[in-house]
T-cell receptor, first 114, second 115 residues
Framework: DADVTQTPRNRITKTGKRIMLECSQTKGHDRMYWYRQDPGLGLRLIYYSFDVKDINKGEISDGYSVSRQAQAKFSLSLESAIPNQTALYFC?????????????FGPGTRLLVL | QQQVKQSPQSLIVQKGGISIINCAYENTAFDYFPWYQQFPGKGPALLIAIRPDVSEKKEGRFTISFNKSAKQFSLHIMDSQPGDSATYFCAARGPFRGGADGLTFGKGTHLIIQP
């Protein structure tokens, strides 16, 4: 969905490096999420944010941090990357004010940690 | 309590056949059950969703059947087409620890429709 963009789309980094994945949305949604997708494991929630001042840990937050710079921007950081953080990362948004519970996903960032 | 179990892991169906993917959940607090479709290189996209007070929802060739007492729900794709080949995820929305609003996903089903 072009309304939710992620950068970079692909990233290779080395163990111990700090990296940041960025997400931007033009949907005007307050709620934003970061998920991680691993083969055979589905998608798992890392962090979520209901608005700029509200950030919460999800199911697998250890080793990650986030920053909600504005309503439209939500960044995920790996403080010290390790190989088992190699995965596909998705940002998503939602807006409960619409009465719908749909989450809209970005195209994903493929991360390889060597 | 947060788990959503999805089966099968992979499925091959002939064109025109019926594809059936099943999911089971444990947490009775879940209150919304969507199915997402994901094509290679793309993010998941909502396909169809159901609330637990409804036993069936149909949208075109896609139907969700929901059995609240058994805590199971399934996706049926009628007249399956090669363009339906994708990975399908069931999901459930409900309270995480800390009151989260995210989805709990099944592990996915890789569906291949053979021409």
């Amino acid at each position: 969905d072009a309304d939710v963009t992620q950068t970079p789309r692909n990233r290779i980094t080395k163990t111990g490096k700090r990296i940041m994945l960025e997400c931007s949305q033009t949907k005007g949604h307050d709620r934003m999420y970061w998920y991680r997708q691993d083969p055979g494991l589905g998608l798992r929630l890392i962090y979520y944010s209901f608005d700029v001042k509200d950030i919460n840990k999800g199911e697998i937050s250890d080793g990650y941090s986030v920053s909600r710079q504005a309503q439209a921007k939500f960044s995920l950081s790996l403080e010290s990357a390790i190989p088992n953080q190699t995965a596909l990362y998705f940002c998503a948004t939602s807006d409960p004010r619409t009465g719908k519970r749909t989450q809209y996903f970005g195209p994903g960032t493929r991360l390889l940690v060597l | 309590q947060q788990q959503v179990k999805q089966s099968p892991q992979s499925l091959i169906v002939q064109k025109g056949g019926i594809s059936i993917i099943n999911c089971a959940y444990e947490n009775t607090a879940f209150d919304y059950f969507p199915w997402y479709q994901q094509f290679p290189g793309k993010g998941p996209a909502l396909l169809i969703a159901i609330r637990p007070d409804v036993s069936e929802k149909k949208e075109g060739r896609f139907t969700i059947s929901f059995n609240k007492s058994a805590k199971q729900f399934s996706l049926h794709i009628m007249d399956s087409q090669p363009g339906d080949s994708a990975t399908y995820f069931c999901a459930a929305r409900g309270p995480f620890r800390g009151g989260a609003d995210g989805l709990t996903f099944g592990k996915g089903t890789h569906l291949i429709i053979q021409p």
